[in-house]
Nanobody
């Protein structure tokens, strides 16, 4: 099965930008819907954004709409999360998920394929 592998996290000042990448290991993303989630210390994992297999459909959490953009390049087997106007409350471990049902991606179904996460820290 496909294994998502995240990269691109780091430390950034408030108002700055980061681009996260999620590459597919052990398979291809081309037929999978994908999503980004995040988990801050002491909080539950929350939905950030999702994109369908072709890139024609995207969904965003209200907290990230207008600041974050999810995209994909199936020729590179990679899904991206462009994060702009970052805030300290965006600090979290960001996870990539891949699955065959779009609603299950948005819902964060544990049966999706999950990456190990990448840390994003936004300083004030």
């Amino acid at each position: 099965h496909v294994q998502p592998v995240e990269s691109g996290g780091g430390l950034v000042q408030a108002g700055g930008s980061l681009r996260l990448s999620c590459a597919a290991s052990g398979g291809t993303f081309g037929s999978y819907h994908c999503g980004w989630f995040r988990q801050a210390p002491g909080k539950e994992r929350e939905f950030v954004a999702a994109i369908n297999w072709s890139g024609s459909l995207t969904t965003y959490a209200d907290s990230t709409k207008g600041r974050f953009t999810i995209s994909r390049d199936n020729t590179k087997n990679t899904v991206y999360l462009q994060m702009n106007s970052l805030k300290p409350e965006d600090t979290a471990v960001y996870y990539c998920a891949a699955g065959t049902t779009y609603s299950q991606i948005v819902a964060g179904d544990p049966d999706n394929y999950w990456g190990q996460g990448t840390q994003v820290t936004v300083s004030s």
